[in-house]
């Protein structure tokens, strides 16, 4: 017999971790979003801080010129939860976090809307606004491995 847990929690701090833009010639710049002329890398790192209850997810995005190694856009964008009782989902035999693989994604769909929100505001001010926005994804591509859960049988 399975045990349903409910887990509470809520957003304590959104924000940029760090925005950075590199200028290409206009020529360049024209022809960077047509024609997959451009690579997107995404990436997350999840972080549990016990003491604070908290879990802390940093979304990464980069777009680079396809074939160049320089990055055009970089980004990294963060949310904090607070998540009600964290100790009590720690399970000291296994040093990890007994918490539903749906769960983490939910944490990872509601972080990556708030990096899709950071990295537009921040484009604004640049020659990338309206042209570079970040695309939806199916949260469970940011789930490090290390934190994905066989399924179990039934």
Request: charged residues 20%.
């Amino acid at each position: 017999m399975s045990k349903e847990i409910k887990i509470g929690y809520r957003i304590l701090k959104i924000h940029t971790k760090s925005f950075s833009v590199n200028d290409i010639p206009e020529e360049q710049f024209n022809s960077l979003f047509n024609n997959g002329n451009s690579i997107l890398n995404i990436g997350s790192n999840i972080n549990f801080d016990k003491d604070k209850s908290t879990i802390t997810i940093d979304i990464q995005t980069s777009l680079t010129k396809k074939g160049g190694n320089k990055q055009i856009v970089s980004h990294s964008g963060r949310t904090v939860f607070l998540i009600n009782e964290l100790k009590k989902l720690f399970n000291s035999k296994e040093n990890s976090y007994d918490l539903p693989n749906n769960f983490l994604l939910q944490l990872l769909g509601i972080s990556f809307s708030h990096s899709r929100a950071l990295l537009s505001t921040e484009l604004q001010s640049t020659a990338y606004a309206d042209k570079f926005i970040l695309p939806v994804v199916n949260p469970s591509i940011l789930l490090p491995k290390n934190l994905q859960q066989p399924k179990r049988e039934k």
